[in-house]
């Protein structure tokens, strides 16, 4: 069984930065495709960045493209995402998800499409 643990988030001022993180255990992690998704208060959850097994291939949500970075670390089981210029509609609960497919890119942004969670860690950016 899967686990994911997030952990980073924060409150900051718009225009601050976060890393988040999201430790990993009980699978081989290099096979699994990795994706950040976030839910503000309310409303229904969103991909915001996924990333192919060797990380070679990312993609964005694109109200974060060249904000956001997307990275993993497959020697170290962790799954990273950097957040720069943080904007108030940035404010959700962020989770890390994986799954177990062969082509990472198709259907990255529904969270229908991923099999394993971590708890959420909360990203609150005042303006």
């Known amino acids: 069984q899967v686990q994911l643990v997030e952990s980073g988030g924060g409150s900051v001022q718009a225009g601050g930065s976060l890393k988040l993180s999201c430790a990993t255990s009980?699978?081989?992690?290099?096979?699994?495709?990795m994706a950040w998704f976030r839910q503000p208060l309310g409303k229904e959850r969103e991909g915001v960045a996924a990333i192919s097994r060797g990380g070679g291939d990312v993609y964005y949500l694109d109200s974060v493209k060249g904000r956001f970075t997307i990275s993993r670390d497959n020697a170290n089981n962790m799954l990273y995402l950097q957040m720069n210029s943080l904007q108030p509609e940035d404010t959700a609960m962020y989770y890390c998800a994986s799954r177990h497919v062969v082509y990472c890119g198709v259907g990255w942004s529904g969270p229908e499409n991923f099999e394993f969670w971590g708890q959420g860690t909360q990203v609150t950016v005042s303006s």
């Open positions: 009980g699978g081989d992690f290099s096979t699994y495709c």
